[in-house]
């Protein structure tokens, strides 16, 4: 029994430091304001995370494992390799979150990661499961070249519409945001197949023109 109590007491704080890290962002992320948010003492805040940085890094894992949900419960719905790409793309831009307050809070995390290891190694876990879950559709519907290239380009317009999404002036919407990666990769692998195309149909006609003309 204690230990369930525990669990539910270390998932409601790290629920309220999630919420609070959106409110406040990194830097505004105080153990007496996470303690508020949950209703809990600054003692008992302290008694299950050692430290604000272990309590912060849960907070990172959370958000990234809310991220992931939302991406495999659109997952389980897709039919194709390419509706499981638009799956990811949209798991990652939650109806709930994407919005400017939220980025902000993204952006000073971000702003922390080149300082502090731990930040870092969860940002590239969560890169390299999100460039693994795009090679697997993508290697189906294209080159294992072109599915890196996509891939990358995926991971980079998340970030840079996230931050976009920050702006107050120049912000972007959600479906905006989804819209323009889905016509990026539509063109990308269009361009691709078209190559590909062009490759097979000059190829006859090279090895043409590599016959002597004594032997036509």
Known sequence: MRTSIEKIRRRDLVEAAFQTFLDHGMNGTTVARIGEQAGMSHGIVNYYFKSKDQLLSAVIRHAFALILRQAVDRMRLATTPRERISAIIAGNFSEDLFNRETAAAWISFYAEVATRPEFERL?????????????HDLKKIT??????????GISVWIDGLWLRCAMRRMGVERD??????????????AQAN???????????????????????
């Open 176 to 189: 905006a945001a989804i819209a323009a990666i889905e016509s990026y990769v539509d063109t990308s692998l």
């Open 123 to 135: 940002q590239d876990t969560f890169y390299r499961r999100l460039h693994s879950n795009l090679l």
């Open 143 to 152: 080159t294992p070249a072109e599915a890196e290239n996509i891939a990358l």
């Open 194 to 216: 078209n190559t590909a195309s062009g490759t097979t149909r000059k190829s006859p006609a090279r090895r043409r023109a590599a016959v002597p003309a004594n032997r036509r």
